[in-house]
């Protein structure tokens, strides 16, 4: 029980620390004149120009911005509340609407994390920026191929996303980051097993949302998906 405790309160400051982390504008870099910016001088000019059309494209014909932010590191930060709050200073996404999604890679941290405004969410729900993000972005950047990542990823955003804002998307209530709300759950699970009655043993199997940093490691293996 006093393990449970404890393993319990270290969640709860987690959850606190997520919530109460408040980037400062100096350290969120100023919005440039593109949809793919390479601080991390990762993807080559080529690469970057040829993603840079592509988005650039989509967004002429629907109105719908993907931004495609790489960065060496968040520092101290997390990347969710960092994807966050540069969405929010660079205003990505179509005025009104908030159809804006980012894709935010820390590639020094190994941490990814897509955004997505409230505009989205109907057509790209946690499940799907989940699927791509394993299924899209990890494979490549083991690999070091960022382009062929970013490529695919936006390709399949770009797939769900269509025909999305015909009409006026529906207005949802604001709400917490992707990883301060996976740490919310985990606690109210752990919660369910410190008060339940005393039995069988069991086993918690844990997801984390599309919008959560996930990291990538060369090893492969090693990569998972728990918190």
């Known amino acids: 029980m006093l393990k449970k ?5 270290i969640l709860l400051l987690s959850a606190s620390y997520v919530f109460a982390q408040d980037i400062p504008d100096k350290d969120i870099p100023a919005k440039p004149n593109a949809l793919v910016s390479d601080f991390a001088n990762v993807l080559g000019d080529a690469n970057r120009q040829m993603l840079e059309r592509k988005l650039d494209d989509y967004n002429d014909s629907t109105s719908t911005q993907i931004a495609v932010v790489l960065i060496k590191s968040v520092g101290q930060y997390d990347i969710d509340a960092y994807g966050t709050a540069l969405g929010r200073k660079w205003a990505i996404g179509q005025k009104g609407k908030n159809n804006g999604l980012l894709i935010l890679a820390a590639i020094d941290d190994r941490k990814v994390t897509i955004q997505t405004g409230y505009g989205m969410e109907g057509s790209i729900p946690d499940a799907i920026t989940n699927q791509i993000i394993n299924e899209d972005i990890k494979p490549h950047f083991r690999q070091q191929d960022y382009y062929g990542g970013l490529d695919q990823a936006t390709t399949d955003i770009i797939k769900y996303a269509k025909g999305e804002y015909k009409g006026n998307p529906q207005h949802h209530n604001s709400g917490g980051s992707g990883a301060g709300i996976v740490v919310f759950f985990i606690i109210i699970v752990i919660l369910i097993i410190i008060f339940r009655n005393r039995g069988g043993g069991g086993q918690i199997i844990g997801g984390r949302g599309g919008a959560s940093p996930f990291w990538w ?7 998972g998906s728990s918190g």
């Open 217 to 223: 490691f060369i090893a492969g293996d090693m990569l």
């Open 5 to 9: 405790l404890t393993l319990f309160f």
